[in-house]
């Protein structure tokens, strides 16, 4: 008995070494016309192997593919899709560079940094006012989310915004006033709060029955 570890490793494994030995049988045929033939018949038994992926795209040039992979790209036969290039198919992928870009403040993100350099092409004065003081109050609603416990001040935001837009954006708290967002978490507790200790209906029963 032989085992499999014994044996040549085969081309493709998740065909199996039936259909390998099909292919090595269809390089051994002499005649032309029949290695199509045989050629056509293992294909049509690859396509049964793996239903679930025949409505992918190319699937049938794929498993052609696959035939001549078997073959060591060596099987000459008629088939109706050219031969692959053993190069372009056994090419090592390129190697994905790492994102090298460094945020400056982790709690505003890359996408913030992005807002404000599209902020200094914008023409009109008074829009560029708008999304300024937008992007400002963002921010802030940003930090606040960061660290909920902290009281974020509207200089540390406006000198944020000045380092990020390379001192092309320059607010001050006599001109402008950001929204109050650490007052929402505030809430939010208090009506947790409130609804924690709201008594539910059987301590409600209970107490009228103890009267």
Known sequence: MDYNSQLIPIKLPEYGRTIQKMV???????????????AKTIVKIMAHLHPNTSNSQHYEQK????????????????APYPKPNPSEIQQKPQIL???NNKVAFRYYGKNVE?????????DNPEEKDYY???TANYMKKLQNMWNKEAHIKD???????????EGNIVLTT??????????YHNNNKSQKKKFNNKPN???RYNNGRNH
Do not use: A, P
């Open 24 to 38: 090595d049988y269809c390089m051994q045929l002499e005649d032309r016309e029949q290695r199509n033939l045989c």
């Open 63 to 78: 498993l052609w593919d696959h035939l001549f992979m078997m073959s060591d790209y060596k099987l000459d036969i008629d």
């Open 97 to 99: 560079g790492y994102n």
């Open 114 to 122: 992005s807002i404000i350099k599209v902020l200094d092409k914008v």
């Open 132 to 134: 300024v003081l937008v």
């Open 155 to 165: 200089e540390v935001v406006f000198e944020h915004l000045k380092k990020l837009s």
């Open 174 to 183: 006599e001109t402008t006033q950001l929204d109050h967002h650490h007052h």
């Open 201 to 203: 209906k059987k301590n």
